[in-house]
């Protein structure tokens, strides 16, 4: 029975075999099912479609080789890379039986990169911007990256609208042409600047901050008008800074937005600030942890004082001056920190300036990266560091500062890496130039003398050694002059500027003194910082003065003024100017001290300047002059601003010289509102005569003026106002005019009638109101003036409009 069993099952195997056989004869078929094939074994991978690119290639991307089981989740895998690597425009990956075909169709390589439409963006330009390149693989991914490229270029020119549509032409032998067709659209440009949040300083004030403008008259000649976003991150710290310059250590700017105005047109950027409150000093004080550094003995090298208001930018010169200062004494390594301590409650802040040493640390090398114009000299000469000093981190700060300062380079960056040794660094200092030549025109319109305007080129980088050129021109229907001005602004790799101007100026007075005066001369002039915020300039000069163009009937006093002699001196005969030309050799120093909070328009601070001349080393002159002027700007509200001004001066003969008539002070309404051009001062009063000015030799005029927003009217319109009062007065001919409308034989147009001189010291004063425009094409001034105290012989004038730009 057992046998019998063994026997049947035996049988059954057989058949089955029988039946199976068909299945394993079919072998291979049965692994193009997926299902059956993922239990199967690659034995063989075949590349298919390849003409550039080697078969090894091809399967170095592949996640299955020969050997390895099949896997859905490989296949998928390999797809995705070799799509990755940009060589294929296709690729499929099919199982023929133990072999796996990769199916590839190669991207293709391009023959040329063009563009079509741009006008406003040359071709260089958009070829530098584009990644896509002759002999490189075209990809769609590629090329759409590159249209976004382009059209960030034409957004940075504010072409908002502008389009672009890559398209390619089929070549033979697998290449293409790429074409960028590109739609440039009309540039898109600021509209308007708001700011909301800000009390402490308007719209206008804030406007004068940033780098970006609104749109104007003369758009074309600048770019500043155009919306870019990079300028406006740039605008937001610039807000910021001059908030922390002015007190107000919490500000910050919250946002800035852009958006496009309803019809399009334009941009309306909008900057939204929290100003916070305004803090002054607390107590101020050195802190020293080094031996031998006494603090009582840097308390004068303070700039931050107790009680001032708080300026931040005051508080990191200090840390640079007590930096500097400890290290002349041997410190190299000191190392000074201020701890700033804010009290809330009383709006102050305590400053403590720590003074410890730093990690021992020194300069390898300074490696200058990126000035293919500047010489490496310009730069090296703003480090305070050199190779082989002690390194300082702050010092590093400030030497970037100021080569930011120069305006010659776009963007500075310092890096630091590691030297040869531990204790040794290297530092990279890179640069970006930017174009430093700068074509400006002014025009404008002044009741004084009409139409004015000028024009001017200049050079802030001249062959790359960091000096400054400029030629100008400037003229109106009564004055003309030519300037041609050089500065170089590290003279003897020092901290002094040194320069020279030539000139040539013709002025006509003709309505208001009957002559006309001309000065050809030149000077140099060497200047220097003697303190924080105080400059001091001197100069040496010498030009030529002529007195031409007199009038028939002009005064006796200036037909002597220019030489003439005989019958030419009576009225009414034409002068024979026979010495109207001089030499006048000058030297003059000027010292300024400015604390003002905005160059422009200030709120708060104030302005003193004096400066002294001498004449008479050579030449024919012979005095010395005396000017001076203080200006002070008071915050009575958030928008009312008082300013004060008072200016005077005096000029004096010596060596028993007097004044010559061209060196007189002639003065009106640009020091009292309410006279003429030379409205007020000496004048010559013969009967019948024409009444002419003779200037003064001493003069002084004060100003109390109130400034404010117009009411109801939009502050974004750039109006304001101002109530005024001036007072002031010119008096004491110069010895020559007094001589000759003193002499018993001047007589008037009328026989027997003798010359008459007005010269009185008495005070000339005024009351007004003045309308100002922050205008588009600059800023414009109108100003309305009753006089209330005057000489009976004084040329008064209520109106006074005013207007001059640079754009």
């Known amino acids: 029975m057992q046998r019998i069993k063994v026997i049947l099952a035996g049988l059954r195997l057989i058949l089955a075999l029988a039946l199976l056989s068909p299945v394993i004869a079919m072998g291979d078929a049965a692994w193009v099912s997926g299902a059956a094939y993922s239990q ?17 290639t091809v399967r170095s991307y592949l996640q299955f080789n020969v050997g390895e089981g099949y896997s859905a989740a490989k296949i998928d895998g390999s797809i995705k890379a070799l799509f990755a690597t940009g060589l294929f425009a296709d690729v499929s990956i099919v199982p023929k039986g133990p072999t796996v075909v990769v199916t590839v169709r190669e991207n293709p390589v391009i023959n040329q990169v063009a563009f079509e439409g741009n006008s406003e963006v040359d071709t260089a330009t958009l070829n530098g911007e584009v990644q896509l390149k002759p002999r490189t693989v075209f990809t769609r991914a590629k090329a759409q990256a590159d249209v976004q490229r382009i059209l ?169 001056k007590l930096t500097l200062a400890v290290a002349d004494r041997g410190y190299a390594f000191a190392r000074v920190r201020p701890r700033p301590a804010p009290d809330a409650a009383n709006r102050t802040i305590a400053v403590t300036y720590v003074v410890d040493e730093g990690p021992r640390v020194y300069i390898e090398r300074i490696n200058v990266i990126g000035n293919t114009r500047t010489k490496d000299f310009v730069i090296r000469r703003e480090f305070r560091l050199a190779e082989g000093d002690a390194f300082n981190t702050l010092m590093v700060d400030r030497s970037k500062k100021r080569l930011q300062a120069l305006g010659i380079f776009k963007n500075v960056d310092i890096k630091r890496r590691p030297g040869s040794a531990p204790d040794r660094v290297v530092l990279d200092v890179m640069v970006e130039e930017q174009s430093t030549g700068e074509l400006s025109f002014g025009a404008g319109y002044s009741t004084n003398e009409g139409v004015i305007g000028d024009v001017s080129i200049s050079e802030r980088n001249l062959f790359g050694n960091g000096q400054f050129l400029r030629l100008r021109l400037a003229g109106s229907f009564q004055r003309m002059q030519v300037d041609l001005s050089f500065t170089e602004p590290r003279f ?94 000058l030297v003059g120093t000027t010292i300024a001290y400015d604390k003002r909070n905005h160059p422009t328009n200030p709120t708060r601070g104030f302005y003193l300047e004096a400066g002294t001349d001498f004449a008479g080393l050579g030449g024919d002159a012979q005095y010395v002059r005396f000017n001076a002027e203080a200006r002070g700007y ?174």
């Open 40 to 56: 199967g074994v690659i034995r063989n991978i075949e590349v298919v479609g390849n003409r550039r690119v080697e078969p090894e």
């Open 152 to 320: 960030d270029v034409y957004r940075r020119q504010g072409l908002f609208a502008a389009s672009v549509e890559p398209k390619i032409i089929q070549l033979e032998q697998d290449r293409v042409n790429l074409v960028f067709e590109i739609t440039e659209g009309g540039a898109t440009k600021v509209k308007g600047i708001n700011f909301v949040g800000n009390h402490a300083f308007s719209d206008s004030q804030l406007r004068d901050i940033i780098s970006t403008t609104q749109q104007g008259w003369f758009d074309f000649l600048k770019g500043t008008s155009i919306y870019d976003p990079d300028r406006m991150n740039l605008d937001r710290e610039l807000i910021r800074q001059y908030y922390l310059k002015n007190g107000y250590a919490d500000a910050s700017v919250t946002a800035a937005n852009a958006e496009i105005d309803p019809d399009g047109t334009g941009f309306l950027i909008t900057f939204a600030i929290d100003e916070g409150a305004l803090y002054t000093f607390g107590a101020v004080n050195i802190e020293s942890s080094l031996p031998d550094v006494e603090p009582s003995a840097y308390m004068g090298e303070l700039l931050t004082q107790s009680g001032a208001v708080y300026d931040a930018s005051q508080v990191d010169k200090t840390t640079e």
């Open 492 to 585: 003897l790799d020092r901290n002094l500027s040194a320069g020279f101007d030539l000139y040539y100026k013709q002025l006509d007075y003709g309505d208001e003194a009957g002559f006309q005066q001309r000065k050809v001369g030149g000077q140099v002039r060497l200047g220097f910082p003697i303190a924080e915020n105080l400059w001091m300039q001197t100069a040496y000069s010498l030009s030529r003065d002529e007195i031409f163009g007199v009038a028939y009937n002009a005064s006796r006093a200036i037909k002597e003024a220019c030489g003439a002699t005989g019958t030419s001196l009576n009225y009414g005969n034409a002068p024979d100017c026979k010495d109207n030309a001089y030499w006048t050799s």
């Open 634 to 807: 008071y915050p009575i509200t958030e928008k009312i601003t008082f300013v004060g001004r008072a200016i005077g001066g005096t000029i004096q003969g010596w060596g028993g010289e007097d004044v010559r008539l061209l060196d007189a002070f002639f003065k009106g309404g640009e020091t009292v509102r309410g006279f003429d051009r030379a409205g007020y001062g000496p004048r010559d009063l013969t009967p019948g005569g024409r009444f002419d000015a003779l200037g003064g030799q001493t003069y002084w005029a004060a100003t109390a003026e109130v400034r404010f927003p117009l009411p109801f009217v939009p502050e974004d319109m750039g109006l304001s106002g101002a109530f005024f009062a001036d007072a002031g007065s010119l008096f004491d001919a110069t010895g020559g005019a007094k001589t000759a409308l003193s002499d018993p034989t001047c007589a008037g147009p009328k026989p027997g009638v003798p010359c008459k001189i007005g010269d009185s010291s008495s005070i000339r004063s005024s009351v007004g109101g003045s309308l100002m425009w922050n205008s588009p094409v600059g800023p414009l001034r109108m100003d309305f003036a009753k006089v209330l105290t005057k000489e009976s012989y004084d040329e008064t004038q209520f109106f006074r409009f005013g207007a001059s730009t640079k754009f």
